[in-house]
């Protein structure tokens, strides 16, 4: 059985139905440049973090965490993005956030936090100005109280809006501030509002953070023992209903006996307090990945993926509340699919010690004796590859305007069929040495009847990966994104995303949008959204040893405006890693990130003293979609 992996941890969108564009010359492209959400490049134009209360009040306000998030060029990972309904100039986004992890410190000491951005534009999403949710460990700006969260880091955001200017913006919190190794295993909703209140001017809306409270706590176990909380969804009722302004939570608990269900609260006070937990996939075995859909009549709808084990397949499944969260059908089989899951065996290094760094806050266990993910050293994998982790997941949304269907639109990103080839190797996607191809499919279900569409590929490239899908619905149009490895290369079905037949990796991703203006029948040919090829394999985490690309990209819209927003490496400086000199290859795979690191008298090595040269420099970039 699958075991919890701790995220630390959007957007592109998805594709056609019509005739396909056979070469990168010819595809049509997003107008407009790339927009950067993490702002912590002091080179950069609009540079430089502010505490969200200056942000609101105009008065000055810093920490050493700031004063670090203004120099850091450091990661960022797991993007989310909404619109307000209210205003569609304003946007705000979030990640996990590691701006702030070296705290200001020469040498560099890896003390500081990861937590959530808080990043606003009040033009459309041509610029943003980046922040922190307040609460973090050393805030102590008066905003800091307001928050009852109790961990020393925080990851995993989801967001919502509401339509009296509030943003709810979700998150799973685990580290102990004490600096041990228990992992909390919390999981939390802050509150964004209006500082004038919902009759306030909408340019305002969702400024000035008014709450963060716990809605399920784990239980503190050290190495995600005992009881986790994370893979957080949220969404709001905005439908003007019964349930109107009701905020809807849910996310993956995981145990420490390797149990794992889909959790789900409400909220009927604009976040002030949620209901008791309750668990919606009795008798799943294992499952995860929520996400809720809130259709027009205030019914609401809680999707995830089902993990294939000795009595069950693969699967989409959903549940269903007519009484605004209060009860939930049992849980339905929506689709079966064969899984894209990259995994590997655990190979043998003789890597040298270094002093500790960062710690690998991406990490969750694999499966016993396979890997997720693949880099240097204790991470290195037998196949020789190096790859992030990636696992089908499964998203969903409703057009909360549209009051004639009950229709729940799904997106989700497995094998594609037919695809499935032996990899030679002990990498594989279906399981260790069978890979395959993957592809982002929609599906349309009906809540009212019971019947759903047939799966259907959003784009019929056959070349290239397609992963991380998300979708959303307004005012009678969808819009869906993903990333897309087409111009990969190296592609092949046999091996990791951007990965070489010799071990080198090489730029391999962007991420591709398409919209459908007809309830999800036929869908645009699909769009390139992101101005630049990048390379997802740079080993950034476990002390420069493994990639991570977080889990997931994000879109969203309102009436005509559309905005996406993913991960990206552009501005990420390559190196050497000096440890690798023995290693075979002597670190030539182009993975490696720009470190410095001093050989020891007893041949280990110093930890990395130049992070904020760029080796870190993991950004968030968004744009209008398709």
């Known amino acids: 059985?699958?075991?919890?992996?701790?995220?630390?941890?959007?957007?592109?969108?998805?594709?056609?139905?019509?005739?396909?564009?056979a070469s990168t010359s010819a595809w049509a492209a997003v107008p407009g440049a790339d927009v950067r959400l993490s702002n912590d490049d002091p080179a950069q134009p609009g540079a430089g973090y502010v505490s969200n209360y200056t942000l609101v009040t105009g008065t000055p306000y810093t920490d050493d965490?700031?004063?670090?998030?203004?120099?850091?060029?450091?990661?960022?990972?797991?993007?989310?993005?909404?619109?307000?309904?209210?205003?569609?100039?304003?946007?705000?986004?979030?990640?996990?956030?590691?701006?702030?992890?070296?705290?200001?410190?020469?040498?560099?000491?890896?003390?500081?936090?990861?937590?959530?951005?808080?990043?606003?534009?009040?033009?459309?999403?041509?610029?943003?100005?980046?922040?922190?949710?307040?609460?973090?460990?050393?805030?102590?700006?008066?905003?800091?109280?307001?928050?009852?969260?109790?961990?020393?880091?925080?990851?995993?955001?989801?967001?919502?809006?509401?339509?009296?200017?509030r943003l709810f913006l979700g998150t799973e919190t685990s580290d102990d501030?004490?600096?041990?190794?228990?992992?909390?295993?919390?999981?939390?909703?802050?509150?964004?509002?209006?500082?004038?209140?919902?009759?306030?001017?909408?340019?305002?809306?969702?400024?000035?953070?008014?709450?963060?409270?716990?809605?399920?706590?784990?239980?503190?176990?050290?190495?995600?023992?005992?009881?986790?909380?994370?893979k957080t969804a949220i969404e709001v009722d905005r439908t003007g209903g019964a349930c109107s302004g009701n905020v809807y939570f849910s996310y993956s608990r995981f145990t420490g006996n390797g149990g794992v269900g889909i959790e789900f609260a409400r909220s009927t006070d604009h976040g002030a307090s949620f209901s008791q937990p309750m668990k919606l996939s009795a008798s799943v075995h294992d499952v995860q990945f929520p996400d809720i859909a809130v259709t027009a009549n205030g019914h609401v709808?809680?999707?995830?993926?089902?993990?294939?084990?000795?009595?069950?397949?693969?699967?989409?499944?959903a549940v269903r509340s007519t009484d605004c969260g209060r009860t939930f059908s049992a849980p339905r089989v929506l689709r079966t699919f064969t899984p894209y899951d990259a995994q590997d065996v655990p190979g043998d290094s003789t890597f040298p010690e270094s002093a500790p760094d960062d710690p690998r806050s991406s990490d969750e266990a694999a499966p016993s004796g396979t890997a997720r993910d693949c880099g240097d050293g204790p991470n290195a994998c037998q196949s020789g590859y190096t790859f992030f982790r990636r696992d089908t997941q499964v998203r969903s949304t409703a057009d909360q305007r549209d009051t004639t269907h009950e229709y729940v639109y799904l997106v989700y990103d497995p094998t594609r069929p037919g695809t499935t080839v032996n990899t030679g190797t002990t990498y594989g996607s279906v399981s260790p040495g069978v890979g395959s191809q993957s592809a982002v499919y929609f599906f349309r279900y009906d809540g009212a009847t019971g019947a759903a569409t047939p799966s259907q590929a959003?784009?019929?490239?056959?070349?290239?990966?397609?992963?991380?899908?998300?979708?959303?619905?307004?005012?009678?149009?969808?819009?869906?994104?993903?990333?897309?490895?087409?111009?990969?290369?190296?592609?092949?079905?046999?091996?990791?995303?951007?990965?070489?037949?010799?071990?080198?990796?090489?730029?391999?991703?962007?991420?591709?949008?398409?919209?459908?203006?007809?309830?999800?029948?036929?869908?645009?040919?699909?769009?390139?959204?992101?101005?630049?090829?990048?390379?997802?394999?740079?080993?950034?985490?476990?002390?420069?040893?493994?990639?991570?690309?977080?889990?997931?990209?994000?879109?969203?819209?309102?009436?005509?405006?559309?905005?996406?927003?993913?991960?990206d490496w552009r501005n990420t400086v390559a190196g050497v890693d000096q440890r690798e000199s023995a290693e075979p290859g002597g670190g030539a795979e182009g993975a490696d990130v720009l470190q410095c690191r001093t050989q020891l008298s007893d041949g280990s090595y110093s930890s990395d003293q130049c992070p904020r040269n760029g080796g870190l420099d993991q950004n968030i970039y968004g744009e209008a979609a398709p």
């Open 458 to 567: 959003l784009d019929t490239q056959t070349t290239g990966h397609q992963l991380f899908p998300d979708i959303a619905a307004d005012a009678g149009q969808l819009h869906a994104l993903w990333w897309d490895s087409r111009n990969d290369t190296c592609y092949s079905p046999t091996r990791p995303v951007g990965n070489c037949a010799d071990r080198t990796v090489v730029p391999s991703l962007d991420v591709f949008g398409t919209s459908s203006g007809n309830l999800g029948q036929t869908w645009t040919p699909s769009v390139r959204m992101s101005d630049v090829t990048t390379n997802p394999n740079y080993e950034q985490f476990a002390d420069r040893t493994v990639p991570f690309a977080g889990d997931y990209l994000w879109v969203d819209a309102v009436g005509t405006s559309t905005y996406g927003v993913w991960t």
């Open 177 to 230: 501030p004490a600096g041990t190794k228990k992992t909390f295993g919390d999981v939390g909703v802050a509150t964004f509002e209006n500082p004038l209140g919902s009759s306030g001017p909408t340019s305002r809306d969702g400024e000035e953070f008014r709450r963060a409270v716990i809605v399920a706590r784990g239980s503190s176990a050290p190495n995600l023992l005992g009881k986790f909380n994370d």
């Open 65 to 165: 965490t700031l004063t670090e998030c203004n120099r850091s060029r450091g990661r960022q990972n797991e993007p989310a993005v909404s619109i307000d309904p209210r205003n569609p100039q304003v946007l705000v986004g979030s990640s996990n956030d590691y701006c702030g992890v070296y705290e200001n410190t020469d040498p560099p000491v890896p003390t500081g936090p990861i937590w959530l951005g808080y990043y606003r534009s009040t033009n459309g999403g041509q610029s943003f100005r980046s922040s922190l949710m307040p609460g973090y460990p050393d805030d102590t700006s008066p905003f800091a109280a307001r928050s009852q969260l109790r961990t020393a880091g925080a990851g995993d955001p989801v967001t919502a809006w509401d339509l009296q200017g």
């Open 1 to 21: 059985m699958r075991t919890h992996r701790l995220s630390t941890c959007l957007l592109a969108f998805i594709a056609t139905s019509a005739t396909l564009l």
């Open 301 to 317: 709808y809680v999707t995830f993926r089902r993990f294939a084990d000795n009595q069950q397949t693969d699967a989409v499944m």
